[in-house]
């Protein structure tokens, strides 16, 4: 069995030998950059260190060391002074997390008012059920409290995932979050990505996309965007400190 380090520098491989991978996050990454604020930024699960590419000024972090990171840290424990930071980017990240309620705890605790957390995750649709749930190998679990104790325990191994978590917290029982975060608020909820994405593999599977079909899908996929509700494998979540 790989250890964690070993996923990293893996993922790290894949990304550097997997084109059609790059546009994809290049893609998502001029999203998230739409939507985060000047300012001091904290990325969360830096893993195999890609957004400082990006956004050099980027704090990177994960909960272990790897040489391209800044910190080793604890999303449910930010060691950072009240107010310090702009922004947190999580990519992939608040569906590893035990207890995702405690997370935007902190968050609210070290974000600056006007601060955001920006969040590029998996979004359970009709279509991506049916391959979360039996070919991803992170799988789905739509039963679990999102905002308790999401995996059970605190045995939880750091890559362990439930594809389901963002879903559940932002869409299904997105009114409990307002109620629960009273300090934030929603400001974007976008769905996206039923063509490229899952033929791309991801950093688990082989590509069934080559990279000059690559505009031609991303049209067809703009043609689809009135089905994405149905379709769609990802979704960014951006939400936002209110001011005092």
């Known amino acids: 069995m790989k250890s964690q380090g070993d996923i990293i520098?893996?993922?790290r491989r894949i990304w550097e030998r997997k084109p059609?991978?790059?546009?994809?996050?290049?893609?998502?990454?001029?999203?998230?950059?739409?939507?985060?604020?000047p300012g001091r930024t904290l990325e969360l699960g830096g893993g195999s260190g890609n957004l400082k590419e990006f956004f050099p000024g980027t704090i990177t972090s994960d909960i272990l060391f790897a040489p391209w990171l800044d910190v080793v840290l604890d999303a449910h424990f930010l060691p950072f002074k009240k107010e310090s930071l702009d922004n947190i980017v999580l990519f992939d990240v608040l569906h590893h997390l035990s207890r995702p309620a405690r997370f935007f705890g902190e968050a609210e605790k070290v974000l600056r008012p006007g601060g955001r957390v920006v969040m590029m995750e998996p979004y359970v649709s009709w279509f991506s059920y049916v391959v979360y749930r039996y070919f991803h190998p992170e799988?789905?679990?739509?039963?679990?409290?999102p905002y308790g104790e999401a995996f059970g325990g605190s045995g939880k191994e750091a890559f362990k995932g439930n594809q389901s978590i963002p879903s559940l917290m932002f869409i299904k029982y997105g009114r409990r979050f307002a109620r629960e975060f009273p300090g934030f608020r929603v400001i974007?909820?976008?769905?996206?990505?039923?063509l490229v994405y899952p033929l791309s593999g991801g950093f688990h599977n082989p590509s069934l996309c080559p990279v000059f079909a690559f505009p031609m899908l991303e049209r067809l996929e703009r043609w689809l965007k009135p089905f994405r509700s149905f379709l769609a494998f990802r979704m960014l979540v951006v939400i936002e400190k209110r001011a005092k």
């Open 9 to 11: 520098e893996e993922r």
């Open 20 to 37: 059609i991978l790059r546009r994809l996050y290049h893609r998502w990454y001029r999203l998230i950059g739409e939507a985060i604020r």
């Open 139 to 145: 799988g789905l679990d739509g039963e679990v409290d």
């Open 188 to 194: 974007r909820i976008d769905t996206m990505d039923f």
